[in-house]
């Protein structure tokens, strides 16, 4: 059974950074394109970033420069690096694999949340 669990949300101050991380376990993680989305409050859910199997990566254009995706095949984890972050930025943050050989095999973690605050 796959799972996808997300970690490395918390409290942050303005201009501040933190490393999410997306641990993916029950299949082989190469052929999944591993995604970051995000939810606030009263908003829908968008995507942040994403990486394939071979590591292209694809990133929300406002926040290209700020956030960096990055994945470990070796230890089944996709990353996402938040720089200088900001309070927009405050959200759930959800990862998302979507396998690439099979479309529509999709599995989301239960969200990380991150606060950006003084």
């Known amino acids: 059974q796959v799972q996808v669990v997300e970690s490395g949300g918390g409290l942050v101050q303005p201009g501040g950074s933190l490393r999410l991380s997306c641990a993916f376990s029950g299949s082989t993680f190469g052929p999944y394109t591993m995604g970051w989305y995000r939810q606030a409050p009263g908003k829908q859910r968008e995507l942040v970033a994403s990486?394939?199997?071979?590591?292209?990566?694809n990133y929300a254009e406002s926040l290209q420069g700020r956030f960096t995706i990055s994945r470990d095949s070796a230890k089944n984890t996709a990353y996402l690096q938040m720089n200088n972050l900001k309070p927009e930025d405050t959200a759930v943050y959800y990862c998302?694999?979507?396998?690439?050989?099979?479309?529509?095999?999709?599995?989301w973690g239960q969200g990380t949340q991150v606060t950006v605050s003084s």
């Open positions: 990486i394939t199997g071979r590591g292209m990566t």
């Open positions: 998302k694999a979507d396998n690439e050989l099979f479309r529509g095999i999709v599995y």
